[in-house]
């Protein structure tokens, strides 16, 4: 009899040693059910529909239809900080090019993928620096720097995932781009200013695959797959499959978003909450697990070159001025510290 090695790296063996350590050193009984219940809070979520809007309004003639279709894209940023987009150039075919291809990724045994050597070594599973039950997700993806995706040897056995990454990273980057100026242009800003002083190109942003294995611990409904936290970046565009578990936090609920099939999920990053002092507003978020059925989703990262200066667009500003490579390692030491991250607190003035 042959053994197939699994694909799925191990998440539970990973998930029971830190809850049995946490139970050890820390929790007491009635700790244990008050974090039960603080989870149980957290997953009845709110099912709402994100803010939708058209895209198709930026290209119009009318002048009118323009102004009022970036005044959704301001609105939702500031009221929401999450929005959904529909008509926004991406093909169907890519999308299914890039899904068809994540899914051979994922599918590869845990010790291919995790020594595969794709750009940066960029697979991570778990939470490495989990140090109690709700810090840990499970989920393992692929956090792909730009900056290489080119170099066809950075693909060793998956030569066809390179073309469809790069053709998917060049179109996010045109949509990231479009709505960026939409909501510098908001702020009486210009973005040619705002592009000069701060560079955001293919070489600095970053693609996630993600994927989130059915959860066979004993409490599934207790595990995040993904732990609540903000996104370190200007904005975010993603594309999730129809299996949902995606949550944002909204005046202190939790709102479980409703997959759309057409649209991509849009959400603003620390770095425009800070260069807009707070009128764009970064929300932390989250994704459930799921006992029953795997999830997908596709994140791209509008990220500035390290030495970016980090400013706000009109001052007094709220964050004191900071480096995008000063706020990532900040991220990193707290998430190591203390096993999650901080974020523009740090920042403040």
Sequence with gaps: MVLVESNIPPLTQTYNKILNNWSTKIVTKDKTKELKSENEHEHGALLENLPVIDLIGLTSGDEGERAECAAEIARASSEWGFFQVVNHGISNKLIRDMRREQIELF???FSKKSSCGLPNNSYRWGSPNAVSPDHFSWSEAFHIPLTNISDQTCFGEFPSLREVLVEYAGEMQKLAKL???VLIENLGQKKEDFEEAISCDESTCFLRLNHYPRCRVS??????????HTDSDFLTILHQD???GLQLLKKSQWISVRPRKDALIVNIG??????????????????IANPNMERFSVAYFLCPSYDSLIGACKEPSIYRNFTFGEYRSQVQQ????????????????
């Design 107 to 109: 599918n590869a045994p």
């Design 219 to 228: 409490t599934p409904e207790l595990m995040h797959g993904l732990v609540p």
């Design 334 to 349: 707290d998430s190591k510290l203390i096993g999650h991250k901080i974020g523009l607190p740090r920042f403040l003035r």
């Design 242 to 244: 129809q299996v949902g």
């Design 179 to 181: 709505l960026a100026g």
């Design 270 to 287: 620390d770095l425009f909450q800070a260069w807009s002092n707070d009128v764009y507003k970064s929300v932390e978020h989250k994704v």
